[in-house]
C-alpha cells in the first residue's frame, strides 16, 4: 500500500512480501532507479538464461530419449531412462521448472514496475503541487508589491521596501529559473 507524502516528507520504508522477496532471490536485482534501457534489457536477457536453458536441456533429453526408445538403442544410451512413468516425471519436472522461473522472474519484475509508477506518480504530483505554491507566492509577492506601491511617498520605509522587494523579486526569479 503506497502513503502519499507531501512537500517532500520521506514515506516509511516499502516492506516486501515474504513471497516476494524468496522469488526475487531467483534471480539478478533488477537495475537502480536512474537505470537505462540497456540495463533494462541486460536484466530481462539475464533473466531470461535459466529458464531458456533447462528448457533447451529439456528438449535435448526429449530428443534423445525419443531416439534411443523409437530405435531401440538401449544398449548404446544406458544413461537415459526408458521407463515411461519416469519419463514423464522428468518433462513434468522440467516444465514445472521453466515455469516456475518464469512466473518467479514475471512477479519480480511486475513488483518492480508497480513501485517505479507509484514514484513516478507520486514525483508528478508533487511538482505539480509545487507548481501552484510558486504561483501562490507569485500571485502573493505581486500583491504585497502593489501594497507597498500604494504607500503614500511621504512615508520613510518605502524607498527601502522598494528595494527589498526588488532583490526578493530576483532572487525568486533566479531560484525559479533553476528548477
Known sequence: VFQTRSLGAKPPALQQSELVQRLAQLGPQPPGFNATQ?????????????????????????????????????????????????????????????AFGIVSRVNAVNESFLLAQGQITRMQSNVEEAVQLAAQLDSMCVDLQDQINGLPHSCKFVPFANIAMEAAADKANKSLASM
Open 38 to 98: 540497456a540495463d533494462w534489457k541486460a536484466f530481462v536477457e539475464g533473466n531470461a538464461k535459466l529458464p531458456a536453458g533447462l528448457l533447451l536441456l529439456g528438449v535435448i533429453i526429449g530428443i534423445a530419449t525419443f531416439s534411443c526408445v523409437v530405435c531401440h538403442l538401449e544398449c548404446e544410451c544406458s544413461f537415459i531412462p526408458t521407463k515411461p512413468w519416469l519419463l514423464l516425471a522428468l518433462c513434468g519436472l522440467t516444465v514445472a521448472v521453466v
